[in-house]
């Protein structure tokens, strides 16, 4: 599948990037916490071609930790990290990953994940 697996623990966040990645006509599975996204992909990691990971998920493990399990189950998937401090911190995540820094557009991000997947981006009014 085609699927993106978006892990922000902002729910106000994960909404608007939400609907930008699915107004671009792609299929979103929310995580609210590193728990549930780790149960995701456990459950079925290969469904997903793209991670959208925030750095800072509040408690429990970070972005990176995610995106490093995800990238050992799925080695495939494409990553892109958003976060509100972004300065020196792409040492940490995992090889050929997008840094989005907060705040950013939505709909540029969207634009982002869908060149990343190799997709043309539908554009309003395109049938």
Not at 36 to 49: C, G, I, P
Not at 68 to 80: C, G, I, K, S, T
Request: glycine content about 6%.
């Amino acid at each position: 599948m085609n699927d993106v697996l978006l892990v922000e623990d902002e729910p106000e966040v994960a909404e608007l990037v939400q609907e930008a990645l699915e107004d671009a006509g792609l299929s979103v599975v929310v995580a609210h916490d590193d728990k549930t996204a780790y149960e995701r992909l456990e459950r079925d990691a290969r469904r997903f071609t793209t991670l959208i990971a925030d750095i800072n998920l509040g408690a429990g493990t970070t972005g990176f930790d995610v995106a490093r399990r995800a990238r050992a189950l799925n080695p495939d998937l494409n990553v892109v990290y958003i976060t509100g401090h972004a300065a020196h911190l792409e040492r940490f995540g995992v090889d050929d990953a997008l840094m989005f820094p907060k705040p950013f557009d939505p709909s540029e991000l969207a634009d982002q994940v869908t060149m990343i997947m190799g997709r043309p981006r539908p554009r309003r009014g395109d049938a």
